[in-house]
Structures are given as structure tokens and as C-alpha cells.
């Protein structure tokens, strides 16, 4: 399977568990992630992202979607919890524009 398929299905389960889950709102929680999903998918179509790039980046989106879940379990989001989502997306973020920016390109798109 190919990255961009691999990044299309990871972005398909984050936006049904999200529908699942709305119950506990969270709705700039969601909409963060899948922007930064489309900022990955986004990196890796344009050559911006090497396939290592883009699963390490999509192992870090796998992370904040498990503790956004967990912390939804009780059925409610504490402002603590947020925070703790807020500074992962924070980091998230931050991680993805150092790796779609640096010298790392994927050799057949540029």
C-alpha cells in the first residue's frame, strides 16, 4: 500500500472515531487533526516528506488520537486533558513543518 493510501485511510478511522465519539465534543481537537493530516498527506504528494517522515509523523498523529480517546473515555474532557492535546498538536505541528522545510526530499519528486 502506498503511503498516500496508507495517510487517506489513516485520515478516514480519525474522522469516523471522531463522529463516533462527539458525545465529548472536541471540535478543535478534530479539526487540528485533520489539517494536520492533510499537511501530511500534503508533504508526501508534493516530495516534501519521505515515506520515513510521514510514518514517523503518522505514528505521532496515532499517539494524539489514542490519548484524545482515552481522556474521552470518562465521557468528558477536563481542561487538563486539553491542554495535554493542545501541547501534542503544538508539538505535532511543529514537527511537521520541520520536516516538510529541511534538506530531506523524496529523490523522485525533485
Do not use: C, F, W
Amino acid at each position: 500500500m502506498s503511503i498516500v493510501k496508507k495517510i487517506l485511510v489513516a485520515l478516514l478511522v480519525v474522522l469516523s472515531v471522531g463522529s463516533a465519539l462527539s458525545q465529548t465534543k472536541s471540535p478543535r481537537v478534530n479539526k487540528r487533526q485533520m489539517n494536520q493530516q492533510a499537511r501530511i498527506q500534503e508533504g508526501v504528494k508534493s516530495g516534501e516528506l519521505t515515506g520515513k517522515e510521514a510514518t514517523k509523523l503518522e505514528g505521532q498523529q496515532e499517539k494524539i488520537q489514542q490519548d484524545k480517546m482515552q481522556a474521552k473515555a470518562d465521557g468528558t474532557l477536563s481542561p487538563a486533558e486539553r491542554m495535554k492535546l493542545k501541547r501534542e498538536q503544538n508539538r505535532a505541528s511543529r514537527n511537521i513543518y520541520r520536516k516538510k522545510h529541511n534538506a530531506v526530499v523524496q529523490p523522485d519528486k525533485h
